[in-house]
């Protein structure tokens, strides 16, 4: 949200993962690169609520440091995160990223968007435009 | 906003969109593919309050059907969207699309997106996952 470390997710109560994040009020956000691309759509056609998702998808759980929630080794990135709020009206969660841990020995660094239908995309190249944006960007960014 | 055709932005009153879009309560989200860089960083750090960016940036208004807000030709796809509720306490802009348009005919069809740091990553490869997700994919998607 903006450039504040908070994060807005869309999930309601058919998912399991909103009746956890209601009653832990913790969770993690994991980023996964392209080589998890069938780990990731599994662990999405499943649900916690009957699944142990790391051993189903041969993932490993590393304990953190903030909350109870594993991170996951294989990703790329990890995000502990506090839910601070939920606007209840349109499902929405609002979560405050309080520790956040990069994998940089990894050699794959390609993400992946879900496009909504079963499709993804991975990152392609990067462009660089810093210079133009150097006025809009906070300090430190 | 999960399989509907809601969006939940975020702004706040540091911004002129956030003023047009509580005033005016519609908007028209334009995207635009990666031979218009120059144009979406350009578009990102001038604002509206002073300038006609349709007119610095060389873009075309076209009039949309709903909203009075244009839509911008040059983009591959615009929707037609109205505010239905902002929330305040998080700074979040929750719109309904109610048209969207989509220009089949250009070649180009890579999106951007912004990093927050200055740079952007564009679209790569499509990777197919139909089969995996059917179950968990709304009727006609």
Not at 29 to 51: F, R
Not at 107 to 113: D, F, L, P, V
């Amino acid at each position: 949200m903006d450039f504040s470390p908070k994060f807005a997710i869309t999930t309601g109560p058919w998912n399991y993962s909103y009746t956890a994040l209601r009653e832990s009020r913790e969770c993690v956000i994991a980023i996964p690169t392209v080589d998890l691309i069938n780990q990731v759509v599994g662990v999405g056609t499943c649900s916690g609520a009957d699944t142990d998702k790391f051993e189903k998808f041969g993932l490993t759980p590393i304990k953190g440091q903030h909350v109870m929630s594993p991170l996951i080794k294989e990703c790329l990135a990890n995000i502990e995160c506090k839910v601070i709020d939920i606007v209840k009206k349109h499902n929405i969660v609002i979560l405050e990223g309080i520790a956040a841990y990069y994998d940089s020995s990894r050699k794959e660094k390609r993400t992946i968007h879900a496009i909504g239908d079963g499709t993804f995309v991975v990152d392609g190249r990067k462009l660089d435009r810093r210079k133009m944006m150097q006025s809009k960007l906070p300090d430190g960014v």
